[in-house]
């Protein structure tokens, strides 16, 4: 079994910066993928960026150029730095994670979830 921890969120004004961190722990024999998705009331759950194992980042449009991802496979963390953050960017941010067991059993595991709200 593997658990996340999610810190990082709060309230910011429009053009403020935050940064959100995801620490792994528990029966991990690899991670793989690592992950930042968002969901905003009344809206699906998105992603927002994505690290692979070898470093490689991928970006939802909205937040390209101003988000940054990036992992401590040491520590088995995530990171997501968030600048120049506007309203829009107001939701719940998850954590994923795909990770394989030292069972030997690959899945996919999700944080429980921080606040971002931005505003004046």
């Known amino acids: 079994q593997v658990q996340l921890v999610e810190s990082g969120g709060g309230l910011v004004q429009p053009g403020g910066s935050l940064r959100l961190s995801c620490a792994a722990s528990?029966?991990?024999?690899?991670?793989?993928?690592m992950s930042w998705y968002r969901q905003s009331p009344g809206k699906q759950r998105e992603l927002v960026a994505t690290?692979?194992?070898?470093?490689?980042?991928n970006y939802a449009d909205s937040v390209k150029g101003r988000f940054t991802i990036s992992r401590d496979n040491a520590k088995n963390t995530v990171h997501l730095q968030m600048n120049n953050l506007n309203p829009e960017d107001t939701a719940v941010y998850y954590c994923?994670?795909?990770?394989?067991?030292?069972?030997?059993?690959?899945?996919?595991?999700w944080g429980q979830g921080t606040q971002v709200a931005v505003s004046s």
């Open positions: 994923n994670v795909y990770a394989t067991s030292v069972a030997r059993s690959s899945t996919t595991y």
């Open positions: 528990g029966s991990i024999f690899r991670i793989n993928d």
């Open positions: 690290i692979t194992s070898g470093g490689n980042t």
